[in-house]
Nanobody, 116 residues
């Protein structure tokens, strides 16, 4: 089972930026489709962004133009750069493997809080 460890969350004012990181253990990272989900209090978990093994990416409409997902296969790490943060971005952010040989692993989550 691949372990995923998120970091980089915190408290930031509206309009600020954060960069989340997700480090994966094991091999075959480059073959996995990686994603970031988030879950706000009282809401369902939603997919924020995904990135394929070839680097193609997609985003939920609410973060397009503000968030960027990227990966460094040499470091077994996926990132989520979040700019122009809004209070509605407040949530626990989770890293997951959405496809590939290690499908199904989830990280423990990292809290992002955006104050107005």
């Amino acid at each position: 089972q691949v372990q995923l460890v998120e970091s980089g969350g915190g408290l930031v004012q509206a309009g600020g930026s954060l960069r989340l990181s997700c480090a994966a253990s094991g091999r075959l990272f480059s073959s996995n489709v990686m994603g970031w989900y988030r879950q706000a209090p009282g809401k369902q978990r939603e997919l924020v962004a995904g990135i394929g093994s070839g680097g193609s990416s997609n985003y939920v409409d609410s973060v397009k133009g503000r968030f960027t997902i990227s990966r460094d296969n040499a470091k077994n790490t996926v990132y989520l750069q979040m700019n122009s943060l809004k209070p509605e971005d407040t949530a626990v952010y989770y890293c997951t493997i959405m496809g590939g040989p290690n499908f199904g692993s989830w990280g423990q989550g990292t809290q992002v809080t955006v104050s107005s």
